[in-house]
């Protein structure tokens, strides 16, 4: 493997970030304007969900040819990110290795940064959003947060279970591919009626493991369209109550939508119609920027960065419970 260091007298800083918390191996190179490079491996689990040591397998046996791709543009790079957490263990620690390689053989810094904060920073990157209150929907993750005194504030959360999990979860026992959001929201939109399921808002967090189960039960006496539509109706109405409800409490003039999930249109469709009702503003980055990519990890790096937030290796052991709330920003 081979880098190109930037030149002292340079003026644009890039930072290369490499993102494998789960299923997606991801690296790319951004500067303040743009991605410059980026290259994508993504594990394909033959049956069933993700299989944390198939994932990492997956990511070793690919990190060098995703790595040398994005290097091979030839630009320099002034420091290297990685997703420090929350994600799976084995995952983590595989980036994360490679990440330090890349820092001690190249003398370039080293970054870790919570891939939850990474989400919402390349939202607003990438869109006009400057505070927004943030639904950050995923497989693993499903929190509203906004910033407040020097951090991410999570305002709710799941009480189990991520919404994007909770999908894949229904989609395996109906036999839908992995993942399962889109095959749900395409026989969604063939469905007739709607099928009362439980809705779990507990304050400001919510539940969906049993929201999950009732869906499966249902089957027996509504089709699978009209379960699907259901499922994601119910699911959908939870988080956006509760975002509504962090809008009110925060006061905040704005709503970005982030992670993998947020690229359900139905979702979007719901979150647009309570903005509009409240006068607020709602933001969704391209939809190559919502699921986990490189790009996102680089640019909070970069941020990190002009900020001197740098970690030594030897203090940069994996965090697969990182969350937000308990990293500081001081980018903000």
Known sequence: MYFTSRDVDSRVTSVLGIEGTAWNLSAAIVDENDVLAEATATYMPASGGIHPR?????????????????????????AVAFSRGPGLGPCLR????????????????????????????????????????????????SQVLAFRAGRYRVFGETLDIGIGNAL????????????????????????????????????????????????????????????????????????????????????KGEVLLAGGVGANMRLREMLSIMCEDRGVRFYVPEKKFMGDNGAMIAHLGLLMLERGNTIAVEDSAVLPDFRPDDAEVTWR
């Open 94 to 141: 595989t980036v994360a290795t490679a990440a330090r390689a890349i820092s001690l053989s190249s003398g370039v810094p080293l970054i870790g940064v919570n891939h939850c904060i990474a989400h919402i920073e390349v939202g607003r990157w990438k869109t006009q959003a400057v505070d927004p209150v943030t639904l950050y929907v995923s497989g693993a993750n």
């Open 54 to 78: 198939e994932a990492a397998q997956h990511h070793a046996n690919h990190i060098t040819g995703v790595i040398k791709k994005v290097l091979s543009r030839g630009i320099g790079i002034d």
């Open 168 to 251: 894949d979860k229904f989609a395996r026992s109906v036999h839908l591919p992995h993942p399962g959001g889109p095959g749900i929201e395409e026989l969604a939109l063939k469905a007739s009626r709607y099928i009362p399921l439980p809705y779990v808002v507990k304050g400001m967090d919510f539940s969906f493991s049993g929201l999950t189960t009732a869906a499966e039960s249902s089957l027996c006496k509504a089709s699978l369209e009209d379960v699907c539509f259901s499922l994601q109706e119910t699911a959908f109405a939870m988080l956006v109550e509760v975002t509504e409800r962090a809008v009110a409490h925060t006061g």
